[in-house]
């Protein structure tokens, strides 16, 4: 199983960036796909999730600037980040996780990608 998530990088506050997180070796279009992000001194706290349905739901902190998506035949997630604020500097996760579907089924994270929000 891999997640390899992509997109991060240097922007200045106001901006915006796409992440994307290409999923292989599970049934892409059954798990709950999340955003995590962890900046230092923190938790890893989750920002974004978008079920096998297509719900959604977003920390407080980015709701009407950020937009989880997914694309089955890809096996993608997408996070479009806009608006950014320094606040917004982590390393950010992609997680699939099929415990919504499957009692005590697995669930993974990816390698993270750096986003930092800077001028």
């Known amino acids: 199983v891999q997640l390899v998530e992509s997109g991060g990088g240097l922007v200045q506050p106001g901006g915006s960036l796409r992440l994307s997180c290409a999923a292989s070796g599970i049934i892409f279009s059954i798990y709950e796909m999340g955003w995590y992000r962890q900046a230092p001194g923190n938790q890893r706290e989750l920002v974004a999730a978008?079920?096998?349905?297509?719900?959604?739901n977003y920390v407080d902190s980015v709701k009407g600037r950020f937009t989880i998506s997914r694309d089955n035949a890809k096996n993608t997630v997408y996070l479009q980040m806009s608006s950014l604020k320094p606040g917004d500097t982590a390393v950010y996760y992609c997680?699939?996780?099929?415990?919504?579907?499957?009692?005590?089924?697995?669930?993974?994270w990816g390698q993270g990608t750096q986003v930092t929000v800077s001028s």
């Open positions: 997680n699939a996780d099929s415990r919504r579907v499957v009692v005590g089924g697995p669930y993974y």
């Open positions: 978008i079920t096998s349905g297509g719900s959604t």
